[in-house]
């Protein structure tokens, strides 16, 4: 059977997949007008609404308040004026605030940067943005260094999955999934059109220009613009001890030239339904510096990225106990990697890569009752690679296509006092390739249960856990990479376990007028661990399903608000994190029940932020304890724990009816010299100015 996409190359879908996905969607279709009726918007999950409840002279969010006391799994929310206080750059600086969480680093402002959240791994982490997922399954990592925080509204961490049954089959499909939400419109009294611009500068010759701007075109259509232009020569000083010697250094073609432009539209048609468009373009010219071995601190790699999306959304109320959600994503992403210093049969090493994708997303929940909710989701996605987009490709590039449909039926029973969640996702994936051999088709049932207790009539105490378990498909380079990849691999599995409490308490009459306490013990597995395990060259390395790790953890994220006088508001947030992530491989190994590579066991951060007036200040410290940078345990591969300090200061007034802010920052106030991952020397102190405004 073939199927041919409209608008793109002629793709052929697999009948195996189509079949499934065919039923899945009549089943749907059959579904939906049995119980067509009015919108249910009581539900306490289903409420995307900001309100604001006034403290003394304070006002705190219900909405994230509410997310973090009432969701059955563990989560983050940090957004609108915590995000500016940061001194962030971009999500990946942001996201290191979250307890659980490590981010590799590999230095300056164009380094990757991925995140891995309880040592499950960076593939088992889904991005989402405005609610549809930002995959890469060439090599399963998304870089979050790519997105600028000028943009992002909210960005929020859950364990397990969203608490919410009515979501794509997507959100069901990974270990933890981090949501980014893009600027939603504001606009004024009658005004038609809002907009910010800002530009930022500062070390590492950064010069960063940016616009956001926004306009009512009727009563319920609306557009937004967003576009940011980064340009750094990315020259900073480290320290290398590598030898024996102590010499102080400066980072080379560590550059980058990005350009990022946003573009969508949103509307109602009626007081039930809603939809929006976007399109995205990112654009980048970056240099790779080399690890720095052995005094070699030069590096001539350059990668080149472009990707661009469309995605389109839509939500309607088919009565009062049904609701719809569609989604239609395509993306087509774009990599050139260039090393001058190694050559091949066509000349210098210059590999490029092509991929496509196209995604398709159906939601359906129904209201059985004032308590009970069902929801029945499936996903059908196809993603190409090529090394070319002509014939002439790489030596033994088999040019992998990969059919997925992903199926869901979730349930949620909600009392007053006690919610209790179950899904179960279907995954269905075929892959086929034009020479050697696929991994063919793969069939996996993955359950999630997750409840939340409130144990007293205090509806400040509420208890929550959740049992998960879900896999990670291998990606096309672990596959089919040339003389790499493996196409025999087995998924990698892991089964999460999770127990936890959370408390907000709201005072009166006092300086504390708000705590919020939320912490949690987890035991996680990982079975089938994929890992590279290098041939007789570096150049030729061998995928195995070898690996197996238990993983145990405790996070606690505790927040406070203080009203000290009239004039300041103080808010206060610490974070800490234990974790024992062990290797059980091969009790016959050295590394038997040893600490995995790069992850430490003790971690933390504190947040302080004060409001006077119209000023503002900030300060924040980030500690990461020792680590290993293999499997062994042994002095050789030690690594020294790492802090920083960055501290800030910004002032806001109003010039003609326009608000100005004007920001100064200090990172790594006292020039401490780390590497996140080693060999990958970090920025030591650094500066950056921000001045923005409204129009």
Request: one cysteine or more.
């Amino acid at each position: 059977m073939k199927l041919f996409l409209p608008g793109a190359k002629r793709l052929p879908v697999d009948a195996f997949v189509i079949r499934r996905f065919v039923l899945t969607s009549c089943a749907l279709l059959l579904y939906l007008p049995l119980f067509a009726q009015t919108a249910d918007t009581s539900h306490k999950f289903n409420s995307d609404t900001t309100k604001t409840h006034r403290l003394k002279e304070v006002v705190i969010r219900s909405e994230r308040l509410s997310i973090r006391n009432i969701s059955a799994s563990p989560v983050q929310v940090l957004q609108g004026a915590e995000l500016e206080k940061l001194n962030s750059f971009s999500v990946a600086d942001a996201i290191r605030f979250f307890s659980g969480v490590q981010i590799k680093d590999y230095g300056g402002i164009g380094g990757l940067k991925t995140v891995n959240v309880r040592s499950l791994g960076t593939n088992h982490v889904a991005v989402f943005y405005d609610g549809v997922e930002f995959g890469n399954s060439q090599n399963g990592q998304v870089d979050l260094g790519k997105f600028s925080l000028d943009n992002i509204q909210q960005i929020t961490l859950y364990n397990a999955q969203k608490s919410n049954v009515f979501q794509p089959a997507r959100g069901y499909a990974s270990g933890s999934s981090i949501y980014l939400t893009a600027r939603q419109p504001v606009f004024k009294d009658s005004s038609r059109s809002e907009g910010k611009v800002s530009l930022k500068a500062g070390s590492f010759g950064l010069i960063d220009p940016s616009l956001f701007w926004q306009y009512k075109i009727s009563d319920n259509v609306y557009s937004t613009f967003s576009a940011e232009l980064t340009n750094a020569n990315g020259r900073y000083k480290f320290r290398s001890t590598d030898g024996g010697y102590d010499t102080t250094a400066v980072r080379h073609n560590a550059d980058i030239s990005a350009q990022r432009v946003e573009a969508g539209l949103n509307g109602k048609l009626n007081d039930s339904s809603a939809w929006d468009v976007k399109g995205y373009l990112y654009n980048s010219d970056r240099g790779l510096p080399a690890a720095v071995v052995r005094h070699n601190f030069t590096s001539t790699q350059r990668e080149w990225d472009r990707n661009i999306f469309f995605q389109a959304s839509y939500k309607r109320a088919l009565g009062k106990r049904d609701s719809l959600m569609l989604s239609a994503k395509y993306s087509n992403d774009y990599t050139r990697y260039l090393d001058p210093n190694i050559t091949n049969t066509r000349g210098l090493l210059e590999d490029k890569y092509y991929e496509h994708e196209y995604y398709f997303s159906a939601a359906n929940k129904y209201r059985i009752n004032s308590f009970w909710d069902i929801d029945i989701s499936a996903d059908y996605q196809v993603n190409t690679l090529n090394a070319s987009e002509n014939d002439t490709t790489q030596y033994r590039f088999v040019k992998p296509v990969r059919h997925t449909l992903l199926t869901v039926i979730a349930t949620d029973v909600h009392f007053k006092r006690f919610d209790v969640q179950g899904s179960l996702l279907g995954t269905f994936v075929n892959d086929t390739v034009d020479t050697l051999t696929a991994a063919g088709r793969k069939t996996e049932y993955t359950p999630a249960v997750l409840f939340s207790w409130q144990p007293t009539a205090n509806p400040d105490l509420r208890i929550r856990g959740f049992y998960k378990d879900i896999f990670r498909l291998p990606t096309f380079n672990d596959l089919y990479f040339t003389f790499v990849g493996n196409s025999f691999l087995k998924p990698e599995f892991t089964k999460q376990y999770d127990l936890g409490l959370t408390y907000n308490k709201t005072f009166h009459n006092q300086a504390l007028v708000y705590l919020a306490v939320q912490t949690d013990a987890y035991y996680n597995t990982v079975k089938d661990k994929i890992v590279a395990i290098p041939g007789q060259n570096l150049a030729r390395w061998t995928m195995y399903n070898l690996g197996k790790v238990d993983i145990k953890g405790l996070d606690i994220d505790a927040q406070a608000t203080w009203q000290l006088s009239a004039d300041v508001l103080l808010n206060t947030g610490i974070t800490y994190t234990y974790q024992k992530a062990i290797d059980v491989t091969d009790a016959t190994e050295v590394n038997y029940r040893e600490q995995i590579p790069y992850t430490p066991v003790n971690s933390g951060t504190l947040l302080i932020s004060a409001d006077w007036r119209r000023f503002s200040f900030n300060y924040s410290f980030v500690y990461t304890g020792e680590r290993y940078d293999e499997k062994a345990n042994i002095p050789e591969n030690y690594l020294q724990p790492w802090y920083t300090h960055d501290a800030g200061i910004s002032y806001a007034t109003n010039y003609y009816h326009h608000k100005m802010k004007f920001t100064a920052e200090i990172n790594n106030v006292f020039n401490q010299s780390y590497d996140v991952i080693l060999d990958y020397p970090m920025p030591g102190r650094n500066y950056r100015f921000t001045i923005s405004s409204t129009f």
